[in-house]
């Protein structure tokens, strides 16, 4: 297969980092320690396997890997690409600076989550080269009746140490489903809670999953707070977030897991507040008129 093409971001001499996110770039010119620290590795971390199963690596001492009780997602094959392959990586036009060490383009209506505003102008939709991206998007079932109205990309890279933070998206403007498409290189996808209460650990038989299906694996009851699952994101993998995993469960993406440069481009769709039936309902068939004509620049 022949190298993917894709526009490097220009040379940035400043971060856009503020407050207590910070990159590389400006730990270095600030020196000293930074004003944060890596999370340390979960006692119970836990790698998605296979169709959607989870099994884990435990530093605690455990004979055999554990099942946890997942958040519904759905995650494509690692070759997401089309007719002309190299053309699903080709990411074109200006980048900006945002937050820890991560640079962006965003295709989407000007936005004031605070104040639950927005504006239409300037908008002019997805970018021309995601037509066929949505396209392949709806050839899956559980995205048969998915329209974006907003695509960002975010370009991470070890240099710059870029991250994010866990964090939940917006519910008042985006839908239900978050869709990440990973190009370039692969990464992990940690995802979290903050909830009080316990999940339960179910030990995987040998077989797992299949075992699992009538029998009363051993379990133990481990604090939400101790439990990170982690979701590898092969190359050109698609990624549907739904549920709980939109909802309750909280998504990052670690520095130590940005071991190559990356190209994200999440995909979400509108509230139900901006669909038929809603209270913003003309908004919302303006925003999607505009998203869907493929004429954005970032």
Request: with cysteine; aromatic share 6%; proline share 10%.
């Amino acid at each position: 297969m022949a190298a993917a093409v894709v526009a490097a971001p220009e040379v940035l001499r400043e971060c856009g980092c503020k407050g207590i996110r910070t990159c590389l770039i400006c730990e270095r010119q600030r020196g000293g320690d930074p004003p944060w620290q890596h999370s340390p590795q979960s006692d119970h971390s836990s790698p998605l396997g296979p169709g959607g199963s989870l099994t884990a690596n435990l530093h605690a001492a455990t004979p055999t890997p554990p099942h946890l009780p997942h958040p519904p997602l759905a995650s494509g094959p690692g070759s997401f690409t089309g007719p002309r392959g190299n053309d699903m990586e080709r990411v074109e036009g200006r980048w900006g600076l945002t937050t820890q060490g991560r640079v962006k383009q965003d295709y989407g209506p000007k936005v004031n989550f605070r104040k639950q505003k927005l504006k239409t102008a300037g908008f002019q939709g997805l970018p021309s080269f995601s037509r066929e991206i949505v396209r392949r998007m709806g050839l899956y079932p559980i995205l048969e009746d998915f329209r974006p109205v907003e695509q960002c990309n975010l370009d991470y890279c070890p240099e710059r140490g870029s991250a994010i933070d866990p964090h939940l998206d917006d519910t008042w403007l985006w839908g239900e489903r978050l869709v990440s498409l990973n190009l370039l290189s692969p990464t992990v996808l940690s995802m979290s809670r903050e909830a009080p209460g316990s999940l339960l650990l179910c030990l995987a038989p040998s077989g797992f999953p299949e075992a699992l299906e009538g029998v009363m694996a051993p379990s133990r009851s481990v604090l939400c707070q101790e439990v990170e699952v982690a979701v590898p994101l092969p190359r050109r993998s698609l990624l549907v977030l739904t549920g709980a995993a939109r909802h309750q469960w909280k998504h990052a993406i670690h520095r130590r897991h940005v071991e190559a440069r990356r190209v994200c481009a999440t995909f979400r769709e509108l509230s139900a507040e901006f669909c038929p039936g809603g209270r913003q309902q003309e908004l919302g068939q303006e925003l999607l008129q505009i998203s869907l004509s493929f004429q954005g620049r970032p």
